[in-house]
């Protein structure tokens, strides 16, 4: 019987798994301080455990997360079939001085070691501190377009 939908032991699926350590970034959703929802583009790295973000401290989210912490996030392909990877969670933001080392990891990972470190050491120079966003998951979802689709579809294809 397949993984049911909002379980998290689906980030043990290959698909999750290929998603969570891809250059796609993750696009993170969140309640701006004037309630009205946003969607912003952001490199991720994945820990097993957490998904960790990383911003300046004075990212207008970082304030809005203070005030709601419940977050949503999307991994998803360009190409048919369309892989998608939804996650939902709360984030828990830490200041941490320097570069976070997730952030290194993540820089790295998207642009290759030279260039990856290259950009960190501009990053040393522009933000003394950063904050860490982790989200611990409670909610994961996959959808494929092979063994699953979204709720609507498979409905439709069951009755």
């Given at each position: 019987?397949?993984?049911?939908?909002?379980?998290?032991?689906?980030?043990?699926?290959?698909?999750?798994?290929?998603?969570?350590?891809?250059?796609?970034?993750?696009?993170?959703?969140?309640?701006?301080?004037?309630?009205?929802?946003?969607?912003?583009?952001?490199?991720?790295?994945?820990?097993?455990?957490?998904?960790?973000?990383?911003?300046?401290?004075?990212?207008?989210?970082?304030?809005?997360?203070?005030?709601?912490?419940?977050?949503?996030?999307?991994?998803d392909?360009?190409?048919?079939?369309?892989?998608v990877?939804?996650?939902?969670?709360?984030?828990?933001?830490?200041?941490v001085?320097?570069?976070?080392?997730?952030?290194?990891?993540?820089?790295e990972?998207?642009?290759?070691?030279?260039?990856?470190?290259?950009?960190?050491?501009q990053?040393?120079?522009?933000?003394?501190?950063?904050?860490?966003?982790?989200?611990?998951?409670?909610?994961?979802?996959?959808?494929?377009?092979?063994?699953?689709?979204?709720?609507?579809?498979e409905?439709?294809?069951?009755?």
């Amino acid at each position: 019987m397949a993984t049911k939908q909002g379980d998290v032991t689906l980030l043990n699926d290959p698909i999750a798994k290929e998603l969570l350590q891809s250059t796609i970034p993750a696009r993170f959703a969140y309640n701006g301080l004037d309630g009205a929802p946003r969607v912003v583009p952001i490199w991720f790295h994945w820990t097993g455990k957490e998904i960790v973000l990383c911003t300046p401290l004075t990212a207008p989210k970082v304030k809005a997360l203070l005030k709601n912490s419940i977050v949503a996030l999307t991994i998803d392909t360009n190409t048919w079939p369309h892989r998608v990877l939804q996650i939902r969670g709360v984030a828990q933001i830490d200041t941490v001085e320097g570069v976070v080392p997730e952030y290194a990891m993540a820089a790295e990972r998207y642009f290759g070691r030279d260039q990856g470190q290259a950009w960190i050491q501009q990053a040393k120079q522009l933000f003394p501190q950063m904050a860490r966003i982790a989200i611990r998951p409670v909610w994961v979802g996959i959808i494929d377009f092979e063994k699953r689709f979204p709720s609507a579809i498979e409905s439709a294809m069951s009755s």
